[in-house]
C-alpha cells in the first residue's frame, strides 16, 4: 500500500518535457480547421424562410393522412365483410344440408311415382268410393293391412299409396278413413315381410273341424249365416277339395275355385 | 399565430400538442424549425423546389415520429436528423457513389477552401447545391453536420473508404468551383 501511494505521487507529479514542434502543429491544425468550420458552422446555423405555401401543403397532407387514418372504419369494414362471409358460408352449409336431406326423401316419392304405377282396374275401384271413407276392421282381422292403408282424395296423385291399399281392395270389404292417411310416406324398398299368422288364419266348420287356410280363400270358404245358397256352394267346394286332395296338381285347384268364383 | 406567441410556448407544450394532432401547435412547430431546417434542406437538395419538397416531406415525418422523441437529447438536434435523413432518402435513387482514387487531403490546396469562410451562405449554398448529389451528401454530412465517416457509410450503405474518397473529391471540384467564382467576381468588379 504504502510503494502504490509513492508510486501514484511519483505518476501524478511526473512532467516531462514536451516535443519541441508539437506545438507547431497544433497552431497549424488550428490554422486548417477554423478554415473549414467557419464556414461549415455558418451553414450549419443557416437559416432561410421557406416558400409561403410550405406550411398550407404540410397542413393538406397531414389533413389527407388523418382522413386515411380511419382505422377503427376500416375495420368494422373487415368485420362486416367477415360477417357476410360467414352468413353465406353458412348459408351454402344449410342449403346444402337441405340439398342432401330432399335428396334422401323426394326420390321415395316421385321414385314410387315413376315405378309403381298401379293397375287400372285399383284406380277406377278406388277413383269413387274410398273420397272420406272410414276405417272399419269388418269381419276380417287384417289389422296389418289396415296399418299400411292410405288413400288420399285424390288419387291420381298418390299412385303410389294406392297402390298399397291393393290387397284390402282386392278383398274388397275394408273401409278406409281419410285422416287415417299419412301426409308423407316413405317407399317401401322391399315387400313387407308379413309373419305367416297374417297371411293365414284358422277356421272352423260347422263340425267343429279347424283348417289353416290362407286369408286370400276367406270369402271363398265364409258365408253369412242366412246365405243358404252360398253355404251349399262352399260345400260343394268343400268336397271337391277334400277329392282333389289327393292330385298334386294345383292347377286343378285353381281351375275349381275360378270356376266357383264365375258361378257365383 | 405570430412567430412572437409562437416562441412563448415551451417545447415540451409543443411536443404535447403535436403527439395530440393539435393542428395549431404543429403549425407554431413548424414555424419555430421551418427556417433552420430550410437551411438544411438547401444544402442537401439540388434546388430550392426540391428543397422545399424535402421540407415539407420532413415536417410530415417529424409530426408522425413525434411519439418516439424520448427527450434524450435536444429537441431541434431530432428534427435536424429526421431532416438529414429525409434529404438522404430522397436522393438515395440519385446517389450513385463509386469508389474512387483517394486522395490525401493534405495533398489538396486549402486556400480556396478557406475563401469560403469569406462568401455568404447563401452563395456557398449555391456552390453545394451544383456538387453531384453523392459529393454534396457526403460534403454537407461530413463538413457542416460533423458525421465521422463510419457514420457516412452506415447511413449511405457504402465503405469508409467510398466515403472518404468521395469527401476528398467533393473537396476538389468545390475548390475548382470557389476559384472559378472568385474569378468571376473579380471581372465583375
New interface residues.
Given amino acids: 500500500m504504502i510503494m502504490s501511494t509513492e508510486l501514484q505521487k511519483k505518476l501524478s507529479e511526473y512532467a516531462p518535457e514536451p516535443p519541441a514542434n508539437t506545438w507547431d502543429a497544433i497552431a497549424k491544425a488550428l490554422d ?1 480547421t ?3 468550420t ?3 458552422n ?10 409561403m405555401g ?2 398550407s ?3 393538406m ?2 389533413d389527407t ?2 382522413g386515411a387514418k380511419v382505422v377503427p372504419f376500416s375495420r368494422k369494414k373487415r368485420i362486416v365483410q367477415y360477417v357476410a362471409a360467414a352468413v353465406i358460408l353458412l348459408a351454402f352449409v344449410l342449403g346444402a344440408g337441405l340439398m342432401i336431406g330432399n335428396r334422401t326423401t323426394t326420390p321415395s316419392i316421385t321414385g314410387s311415382n315413376a315405378s309403381i304405377k298401379p293397375s287400372a282396374d285399383t284406380e277406377t275401384k278406388n277413383a269413387g268410393p274410398h273420397n272420406d271413407v272410414a276405417v272399419s276392421t269388418g269381419q276380417i282381422p287384417n289389422s296389418s293391412f289396415e296399418r299400411e292403408v292410405a288413400v288420399v282424395s285424390n288419387h291420381k296423385e298418390n299412385r303410389s299409396i294406392i297402390s298399397r291399399i291393393r290387397p284390402s281392395t282386392r278383398l274388397g270389404n275394408v273401409l278406409l278413413a281419410s285422416n287415417f292417411i299419412p301426409k308423407t310416406a316413405e317407399r317401401k324398398q322391399t315387400v313387407p315381410n308379413y309373419p305367416a299368422s297374417e297371411k293365414y288364419m284358422v277356421y272352423s266348420d260347422n263340425d267343429g273341424n279347424a283348417m289353416k287356410l290362407p286369408k286370400k280363400l276367406f270369402d271363398f270358404i265364409t258365408c253369412v249365416r242366412e246365405d243358404l245358397l252360398c253355404k251349399e256352394q262352399m260345400q260343394q267346394l268343400q268336397e271337391k277339395l277334400a277329392a282333389t286332395s289327393l292330385n298334386t296338381d294345383f292347377t286343378g285347384v285353381l281351375e275349381i275355385l275360378n270356376n266357383l268364383k264365375e258361378n257365383q | 399565430m405570430s412567430e412572437g406567441s409562437n416562441h412563448t410556448i415551451s417545447e415540451s407544450d409543443l411536443i404535447e400538442g403535436c403527439l395530440r394532432g393539435d393542428r395549431k401547435m404543429q403549425q407554431a412547430l413548424y414555424q419555430r424549425f421551418a427556417s433552420k431546417m430550410y437551411g438544411v434542406c438547401l444544402r442537401y437538395a439540388g434546388s430550392a423546389e426540391e428543397a422545399e419538397d424535402v421540407l415539407q416531406e420532413g415536417f410530415i415525418k417529424v409530426f408522425n415520429k413525434i411519439g418516439s422523441f424520448r427527450g434524450d437529447g435536444s429537441f431541434e438536434g431530432w428534427i435536424r436528423r429526421i431532416f438529414v435523413n429525409t434529404a438522404i432518402e430522397y436522393y438515395r435513387k440519385k446517389i450513385y457513389l463509386q469508389p474512387i482514387t483517394e486522395y490525401e487531403e493534405d495533398t489538396l490546396e486549402g486556400k480556396y477552401l478557406s475563401v469560403l469562410d469569406k462568401l455568404e451562405e447563401k452563395d456557398i449554398i449555391q456552390l453545394v447545391q451544383q456538387l453531384s448529389p453523392g459529393y454534396r451528401t457526403v460534403f454537407n454530412m461530413y463538413v457542416i453536420e460533423g458525421y465521422s465517416h463510419k457514420q457516412i457509410a452506415e447511413a449511405l450503405g457504402i465503405s469508409e473508404g467510398t466515403s472518404k474518397s468521395q469527401l476528398s473529391r467533393a473537396k476538389q471540384i468545390l475548390q475548382d468551383m470557389v476559384k472559378q467564382f472568385i474569378e468571376r467576381r473579380k471581372r465583375v468588379q
Avoid at chain 1, 455558418?42 to 416558400?51: K, M, V
Fill in positions: 486548417e477554423p478554415a473549414v467557419g464556414f461549415a455558418s451553414l450549419y446555423q443557416y437559416e432561410e424562410t421557406p416558400p410550405t406550411w401543403k404540410i397542413s397532407v397531414l393522412t388523418a
